[in-house]
């Protein structure tokens, strides 16, 4: 299966993740704690999976495709344009398996694509999205951080490629995948020991 390779190293993704000063202060005065045994504070790299649609688009004398990415946890959109640094093959543990249905993840693309090409300023031809030419899962990495909240574990994402620093829909595509494969493996165990 296709994948992105990390491309920030984990110093550079350490310093631009971790939680500042006043965040540690108020984490570590607190009177609940996270267990010892949890480890914290942690940082390592998740690939979360996407789907890629190349979507053949036509201009009045023109037509080309552009690649709509939609991430599998979240429902996130993107234009993606990293083909060139495409890895075949798994990438190492852990990487999560798809969390959305094909077809869903299809719509978000098509959608997101015409609202994108809608509100692009100053290009009086428009190209119009036709037909889905291609699809792809591929992984894509993150770095994150976990770290004692305040008597909770709380996480930071940081995009492993770009080195952007992650928002909500990062956090939330990160978070759902953990409770999927989490949710997964209690039915595994249910569905062995119901035997």
């Given at each position: 299966?296709?994948?992105?390779?990390?491309?920030?190293?984990?110093?550079?993704?350490?310093?631009?993740?971790?939680?500042?000063?006043?965040?540690?202060?108020?984490?570590?005065?607190?009177?609940?704690?996270?267990?010892?045994?949890?480890?914290?504070?942690?940082?390592?790299?998740v690939w979360l999976p996407r789907h890629l649609f190349g979507i053949r688009c036509v201009l009045?004398?023109?037509?080309?495709?552009?690649?709509?990415?939609?991430?599998?946890?979240?429902?996130?959109?993107?234009?993606?344009?990293?083909?060139?640094?495409?890895?075949?093959?798994?990438?190492?543990?852990?990487?999560?398996?798809?969390?959305?249905?094909?077809?869903?993840?299809?719509?978000?693309?098509?959608?997101?694509?015409?609202?994108?090409?809608?509100?692009?300023?100053?290009?009086?031809?428009?190209?119009?999205?036709?037909?889905?030419?291609?699809?792809?899962?591929?992984?894509?990495?993150?770095?994150?951080?976990?770290?004692?909240?305040?008597?909770?574990?709380?996480?930071?994402?940081?995009?492993?490629?770009?080195?952007?620093r992650g928002g909500g829909k990062a956090k939330r595509a990160v978070l759902n995948a953990f409770a999927r494969k989490a949710e997964e493996s209690t039915h595994q165990e249910i569905g062995v020991?119901?035997?």
């Open positions: 299966m296709p994948h992105l390779e990390p491309r920030v190293p984990e110093a550079v993704a350490a310093a631009k993740i971790r939680p500042g000063l006043i965040r540690r202060a108020t984490a570590f005065l607190s009177f609940r704690r996270v267990a010892s045994s949890a480890k914290l504070p942690k940082l390592e790299v009045p004398k023109d037509e080309r495709e552009i690649t709509a990415c939609v991430d599998s946890h979240s429902g996130g959109f993107t234009v993606f344009e990293m083909d060139k640094w495409l890895v075949e093959g798994d990438p190492p543990e852990p990487f999560f398996a798809q969390g959305m249905p094909l077809e869903e993840a299809e719509r978000i693309a098509r959608r997101e694509l015409l609202s994108f090409i809608l509100r692009q300023r100053g290009i009086l031809a428009k190209p119009e999205p036709r037909e889905t030419v291609r699809i792809r899962l591929i992984h894509h990495p993150y770095w994150v951080y976990y770290f004692d909240g305040g008597g909770y574990v709380d996480i930071r994402v940081l995009d492993a490629v770009t080195g952007e020991s119901g035997q």
